[in-house]
């Protein structure tokens, strides 16, 4: 089974920025959709959106103005690597934020899932 | 707010079964084939138990099974084990506009 690298824990300020890795085999990157999702502490699932490598498109929830300018999802061919870039930071954004992968022909099937990443927005 | 919605918690004893259901709408698990279930237990990462409404990944108990009917959706587990504890989410596509929809989540307790 493919594996999901991300990168490790943040700590950031209010009103800064982050960006979390997920790094793929080149097969599945080939292959494959991503997702992000965040666990607020506590709380239960939230997906942020996804991206699509093979056809450079990525795909938002119709949520609020602020919210899509505060997320941006990339992909990265070169490095087989997916990337969530978040702005504007505030308390509520600490959370778990996994990456996923979904099975071909079968969307919203996430699977693998990355080992998470902690981001802690704290002054 | 979570577009899907499950009881909070569900509890049983060894041995019996369980259905969780998960209410959605005509515009996702009403009108698509792709609805999943994941088990997390605390810490963890989720997991995959049924996707595609009724299938079983390799290496996942038969004792997860899942349906539909409607604009709902079931996960019933059989024969609760202890180790059946933990949280479980559905989600389903729900068209080119919102993509995803998920559950605000169910916690199993086995007594």
């Known amino acids: 089974q493919d594996l999901l690298v991300q990168s490790g824990a943040e700590v950031k300020r209010p009103g800064s920025s982050v960006t979390v890795s997920c790094k793929a085999s080149?097969?599945?990157?080939?292959?494959?959709?991503f997702s992000w999702l965040r666990q607020a502490p506590g709380q239960g699932l939230e997906w942020l959106g996804g991206?699509?490598?093979?056809?450079?498109?990525?795909?938002?929830?119709p949520t609020s103005g602020d919210f899509r300018a505060k997320v941006t999802i990339t992909a990265d061919e070169s490095s087989a690597t997916v990337y969530l870039a978040l702005s504007s930071l505030t308390e509520d954004d600490t959370a778990v934020y996994y990456c996923a992968s979904e099975r071909a022909g079968s969307p919203t099937t996430f699977d693998p899932w990355g080992q998470g990443t902690l981001v802690t927005v704290s002054s | 707010q979570s577009a899907l919605t499950q009881p909070a918690s569900v509890s049983g004893s060894p041995g019996q079964t369980i259905t969780i259901s998960c209410i959605g709408t005509s515009d996702d698990i009403g009108a698509y084939h792709h609805v999943s279930w994941y088990q997390q237990h605390p810490g963890k990462i989720p997991k995959v138990v049924i996707f595609e409404v009724t299938n079983r990944p390799s290496g996942v108990s038969s004792r997860f099974s899942g349906s539909k009917s409607g604009n709902t959706a079931f996960l019933t587990i059989s024969g609760l084990q202890v180790d059946d504890e933990a949280d479980y989410y559905c989600c389903s596509y729900a068209g080119s506009r919102v993509f995803v929809a998920l559950g605000g989540g169910t916690k199993v307790t086995v007594l």
């Open positions: 991206v699509v490598p093979i056809y450079n498109r990525t795909n938002y929830p």
């Open positions: 080149r097969e599945s990157f080939s292959n494959c959709a």
